[in-house]
């Protein structure tokens, strides 16, 4: 089993962090972006794309600031997850996404999220 990589890309977001929370943090929000469709039974999502669902756990949250989850298939350390930052001068908000990928795919991941953002600051009007 290969290491997977850690990465963060941060994308400058034109939002409030409580406006901008909901669409990481509810399945409703998540559904308009990231996937086709996703439920929730406590703190386990369910992703569905076309005919493919993925299940992650909600493992770690502060609302309007971050939130963290783990892909159940996976077993080992890594997770994906979402930080909104406030500039304490400029006020500005950006979007930090951390999450992990093979070696050989950081890249290609990098680029999935960056489609993935680009898709939720189309959705928010940012």
């Given at each position: 089993m290969t290491e997977k990589i850690k990465f963060e890309i941060e994308f400058p977001i034109h939002s409030s962090p409580a406006f901008l929370y909901q669409y990481l943090s509810t399945p409703d929000g998540l559904a308009e972006w990231f996937a086709d469709n996703v439920n929730s039974r406590s703190d386990l999502f369910t992703f569905i794309w076309d005919d493919s669902e993925e299940e992650?756990?909600?493992?770690?949250?502060?609302?309007?600031?971050?939130?963290?989850?783990?892909?159940v298939a996976e077993d080992d350390d890594t997770f994906f997850e979402f930080k909104i930052q406030v500039d304490a001068i400029t006020k500005d908000v950006?979007?930090?996404?951390?999450?992990f990928a093979d070696d050989d795919e950081v890249e290609e991941s990098?680029?999935?999220w960056e489609n993935q953002i680009s898709e939720l600051k189309h959705t928010i009007g940012a």
């Open positions: 992650a756990k909600r493992v770690s949250y502060k609302t309007n600031e971050r939130i963290r989850y783990k892909w950006s979007l930090i996404v951390t999450a990098k680029m999935f």
